[in-house]
């Protein structure tokens, strides 16, 4: 059983473009939740699914995977569940995964909130 972090980020906003990849303190906000999920050592794999390859060269020093979702996971009226299924899906994880969504302002979050989330999952 694996523990695999999941952080859909979308590039495609109506209200606040890239939002998902402006900086917050020098660097991007979806650097910052990949950060906490480190910080928990909770995670065998940190994967972000992305809807554009323009952004992928964010994550060049990073240790996640990127996942690129089709087209119509990239729009408005796409679901985080569908966004979620289609990582789970492509990458082939298996049923006794542990899977977690965290958006990319997830880092508001303490990480002993993960913590405590995934232990129930467990």
């Given amino acids: 059983?694996?523990?695999?972090?999941?952080i859909p980020a979308r590039s495609g906003s109506k209200r606040i473009p890239k939002k998902?990849?402006?900086?917050?303190?020098?660097?991007?906000?979806?650097?910052?939740?990949?950060?906490l999920a480190e910080s928990t050592d909770?995670?065998?794999?940190?994967?972000?699914?992305?809807?554009?390859?323009?952004?992928?060269?964010l994550f060049k020093s990073e240790a996640v995977?990127?996942?690129?979702?089709?087209?119509?996971?990239?729009k408005d009226?796409?679901?985080?569940i569908d966004v979620i299924r289609d990582a789970i899906t492509q990458r082939r994880y298996s049923e006794s995964d542990l899977i977690c969504c965290l958006y990319p302002?997830?880092?508001l979050l303490a990480k002993e909130r993960i913590t405590q989330s995934l232990s129930v999952l467990e």
């Fill in 1 to 6: 059983m694996a523990k695999i972090a999941i």
């Fill in 20 to 35: 998902n990849f402006l900086e917050i303190n020098g660097k991007p906000m979806v650097s910052h939740a990949i950060d």
């Fill in 42 to 57: 909770l995670f065998d794999e940190i994967v972000v699914s992305l809807d554009s390859h323009g952004e992928n060269l």
């Fill in 65 to 74: 995977a990127l996942h690129y979702r089709p087209n119509e996971l990239g």
């Fill in 77 to 80: 009226d796409a679901t985080t």
């Fill in 105 to 107: 302002a997830s880092f």
